[in-house]
């Protein structure tokens, strides 16, 4: 049955590759743009992001999403803030700030706007400096802090002021977003239904249109912006700063490029079996107004742009999509907030925005805070993102009779251990090792034996076997590995005695020597010691560790006068 699953999922996204192509230059006609448009907003992202199309448990905003005057702004020249705090699921508290102007005649143009990847979300000062511009030209804004950064972190101690973790703050996403995909769900549905709740918040402020609602954001908010745009209609205008305009598939990679895992919530699972792709969450925003920006354009960005283009100009609306680049690094510049009011000011007020921004101040960090101390953890106000897994996983317990016999037993191991299986798409098969001898390496006693053998079609894996002069009959097979790769270990070098004072318990299995003379090596794990060659390998002769998968590389060593193998 895996076999079958993994045969049908690679046959589907061969058929998406062969179909991009093709459909970035296919002549769409406006119907058909739409009906894509409900594609990527449709059935596909259910499967994706199933909370925000079931709408979670139902709150009335009204009632519970309320204002919070932690600590009392000081009045400004034109604008008042207001700390407040609403629950985007219940008891589940998302903190902001609600920047309302104090002139002119609303209701207001409202603006969401998701943070990027800066520790202090919302108190960034380059994100006041954007908030200041929008309030100072007839905009209410709200700002909120997304789960894992401001008042909403984990893992930061108010009391000093460090991460608990270190790392960067999206440690705080990954720890949550890795034990969500586990239990059925991602961290993209919590963070683009924080948004979608920010919204039914700010349509029950009085100060607020309904009718001209926007969105914008940078880097990682700028993703956001993106999602949030694309699946809330309600918003009627939008501005993503660097947040991905480019295309992800088909993938360009080789063995050898170095992939990191990126920032869980900004992925879709597994989007890619369905064809979507980022551009097409941007066409999803057509024709609504949609201003994207670069650092610095570039292939990739330009070819991405003209498309989305393209997809506006056969919607009738070719004005409503625009380009920028910052000509600068990565960050929400002065050059890009006042791209920002410029938009806004052009589709909800029909004029142009300000030439140039306003010296201000920004804000403390105590002076806008919704929570005493900074965190909503050590204020112990509400749920947490791990508190709501802890009883997600509660009721998913699958209902299994333990064995009360031996027979039994034997039937439970053999199903738990066909789940686990088929979790890990792992699939036995009959096909050849094809064992190649590489050389052969002395050592005093023994000797090392290098070789490789097929693990799976077109990946070879490379081995050393510890091989003893005076091998036993019948003698047994042990496997070992170690993390750090087994040239790390696999080397001769002065052995370390038996257990004593100051002497590592992992260090003494690895080297100890047996009674019989025999030493134990440990291991490569995937990605390291020796199979990291071929990563670097493109072309040339046969390679004794050409061909293999990321990382893979097995070890064997003696034991008792045993052949002893190892592998990771």
């Given at each position: 049955m895996i076999?079958?699953?993994?045969?049908?999922?690679?046959?589907?996204?061969?058929?998406?590759e062969l179909r991009w192509a093709s459909r970035i230059d296919d002549s769409f006609s406006p119907r058909r743009q739409r009906f894509r448009s409900f594609q990527v907003c449709g059935e596909p992202p259910k499967v994706l992001i199933s909370s925000i199309h079931n709408r979670a448990p139902s709150i009335p905003i009204a009632k519970n999403c309320r204002t919070c005057f932690c600590r009392s702004s000081p009045k400004r020249d034109g604008y008042r803030i207001e700390n407040v705090r609403f629950q985007s699921r219940p008891n589940f508290w998302v903190t902001g700030n609600l920047y309302v102007p104090a002139t002119g005649v609303g209701p207001f143009p409202g603006i969401i706007s998701p943070c990027g990847h800066y520790s202090?979300?919302?108190?960034?000062?380059?994100?006041?400096?954007?908030?200041?511009?929008?309030?100072?030209?007839?905009?209410?804004?709200?700002?909120?802090?997304?789960?894992?950064?401001?008042?909403?972190?984990?893992?930061?101690?108010?009391?000093?002021?460090?991460?608990?973790?270190?790392?960067?703050?999206?440690?705080?996403?990954?720890?949550?977003?890795?034990?969500?995909?586990?239990i059925?769900?991602?961290?993209?549905?919590?963070?683009?239904?924080?948004?979608?709740?920010?919204?039914?918040?700010?349509?029950?402020?009085?100060?607020?249109?309904?009718?001209?609602?926007?969105?914008t954001g940078q880097s990682g908010g700028g993703t956001l912006t993106l999602f949030?745009?694309?699946?809330?209609?309600?918003?009627?205008?939008?501005?993503?700063?660097?947040?991905?305009?480019?295309?992800?598939?088909?993938?360009?990679?080789?063995?050898?490029?170095?992939?990191?895992?990126?920032d869980v919530e900004q992925h879709f699972f597994p989007a890619a079996i369905y064809g979507i792709?980022?551009?097409?969450?941007?066409?999803?925003?057509?024709?609504?107004?949609?201003?994207?920006?670069?650092?610095?354009?570039?292939?990739?960005?330009?070819?991405?742009?003209?498309?989305i283009g393209e997809r506006y100009r056969l919607l009738g609306a070719p004005d409503r999509f625009a380009t920028e680049e910052a000509t600068d690094p990565h960050a929400l510049t002065?050059?890009?907030?006042?791209?920002?009011?410029?938009?806004?000011?052009?589709?909800?007020?029909?004029?142009?925005?300000?030439?140039?921004?306003?010296?201000?101040?920004?804000?403390?960090?105590?002076?806008?805070?919704?929570?005493?101390?900074?965190?909503?953890?050590?204020?112990?106000?509400?749920e947490t993102i791990f508190s709501l897994i802890l009883k997600t996983q509660m009721s998913l317990l699958p209902p299994r009779n333990f064995p009360s016999s031996r027979a039994e037993l034997e039937s439970f191991r053999a199903e738990i251990s066909a789940d686990i299986a088929e979790l890990l798409h792992i699939s036995r098969n009959s096909y050849a090792l094809g064992v190649r001898h590489i050389v052969t390496t002395p050592r005093e006693g023994y000797q090392v034996e290098k070789a490789e053998f097929i693990s799976e079609p077109g990946i070879y894996v490379p081995t050393w076997v510890f091989v003893p002069e005076q091998q036993k009959r019948e003698s047994l097979a042990l496997l070992y590995v170690h993390e750090a790769g087994k040239e790390a270990e696999g080397m001769e070098r002065v052995v370390v005695p038996h257990a004593g004072a100051g002497c590592n318990p992992q260090r003494r299995l690895c080297v100890e020597p047996d009674r019989r003379g025999a030493r134990r090596r440990p291991a490569d794990r995937q990605g390291h010691g020796r199979s990291m060659v071929a990563l670097r390998r493109r072309a040339g002769p046969p390679h004794p560790f050409r061909g293999f998968g990321r990382g893979t590389a097995f070890l064997s060593l003696s034991h008792e006068g045993r052949p002893i193998s190892a592998w990771s």
């Open positions: 076999a079958r699953r993994r045969e049908r999922w690679t046959t589907e996204i061969e058929i998406v202090e979300a919302r108190i960034y000062p380059a994100y006041q400096f954007l908030y200041l511009d929008l309030v100072r030209n007839g905009f209410v804004v709200l700002a909120y802090d997304p789960i894992g950064q401001g008042e909403r972190r984990h893992y930061w101690n108010p009391r000093t002021k460090k991460s608990e973790i270190g790392g960067p703050v999206t440690w705080e996403h990954d720890m949550p977003g890795h034990l969500l995909l586990l059925g769900e991602n961290l993209t549905q919590y963070r683009i239904w924080d948004g979608m709740r920010a919204i039914d918040y700010l349509l029950t402020r009085p100060e607020v249109d309904s009718k001209r609602i926007g969105c949030i745009s694309a699946l809330d209609e309600r918003v009627r205008c939008a501005v993503m700063h660097e947040g991905g305009t480019r295309r992800r598939w088909p993938l360009e990679i080789r063995p050898e490029t170095p992939i990191g895992t990126g792709d980022l551009p097409d969450v941007h066409f999803a925003i057509a024709p609504r107004p949609l201003l994207t920006t670069i650092e610095y354009y570039s292939p990739d960005f330009n070819e991405t742009a003209r498309q002065m050059k890009l907030r006042l791209a920002t009011t410029d938009w806004f000011s052009r589709w909800f007020y029909n004029r142009r925005g300000p030439e140039r921004e306003p010296g201000v101040t920004p804000e403390s960090a105590e002076t806008l805070y919704c929570t005493p101390n900074g965190s909503l953890r050590y204020s112990q106000q509400g």
